[in-house]
């Protein structure tokens, strides 16, 4: 099947998949924020890829709780739902408050476990900082760091750290970053 069939790998219609996708991106809107770009990008690849359709999120009508929970009756769409809301929300560190309370409250209309959410929320909050740390005690970024300070580069390291955690925010520093 390619990306633009509207008869999906899970049977679906775009009907139905722009309902998911609509519910999604209304539990992720927030009085305090809408969908970052990396949001909105992860979501459209889960679009291509989890639905195998070329329906843009963007594109598609904002559905509060209730309404997605009328238009979306089957509990594993609703679970796939979630999946995707709670991913869109681990890639935000910290997790805005207004947000996790977002998706529970979407989670709990659509009748699916909110355990299932807050677990998700502790494993982000805990084990995420424990891969960070394996990632850069064994990345090559590391090793390219550490041989750059053996090598005169301490400076520059630095400089590039401190405007990497906006302590001395350097535009072009930031750019290069982005």
């Known amino acids: 099947m390619s990306p633009t069939t509207s008869h999906l790998w899970l049977g679906l219609s775009g009907t139905t998949v722009r309902s ?4 999604v991106v209304g539990a992720v809107t927030t009085s305090a924020a809408d969908p970052t770009p990396l949001q909105w990008d992860l979501l459209d690849a889960m679009a291509r890829h989890v ?9 598609v009508s904002i559905l509060d709780a209730t309404s997605m929970a009328t238009a979306v009756a089957d509990p594993g769409l609703r679970l796939l739902a979630v999946h995707i809301m709670v991913t869109l929300e681990l890639v935000l560190h910290p997790v805005p408050s207004v947000l996790a309370a977002s998706i529970a409250r979407t989670a709990h ?3 699916v476990a909110e ?3 807050a677990a998700a929320r502790r494993f982000a909050h805990h084990e995420l900082a424990l891969m960070y ?3 850069q ?4 970024f590391s090793e390219t760091t550490w041989s750059g300070i053996r090598h005169g580069r301490f400076l520059r ?3 590039n750290k401190l405007a990497y955690e906006n302590i001395a925010p350097d535009v072009a520093i930031a750019r290069r970053w982005r």
């Open 20 to 23: 998911i996708l609509g519910g």
């Open 51 to 59: 639905f195998l359709t070329s329906i843009e999120p963007r594109d």
């Open 109 to 111: 209309t659509l009748g």
């Open 115 to 117: 355990p299932m959410v």
């Open 133 to 135: 740390l394996d990632l």
């Open 137 to 140: 005690r064994s990345s090559e």
């Open 157 to 159: 390291l630095l400089r």
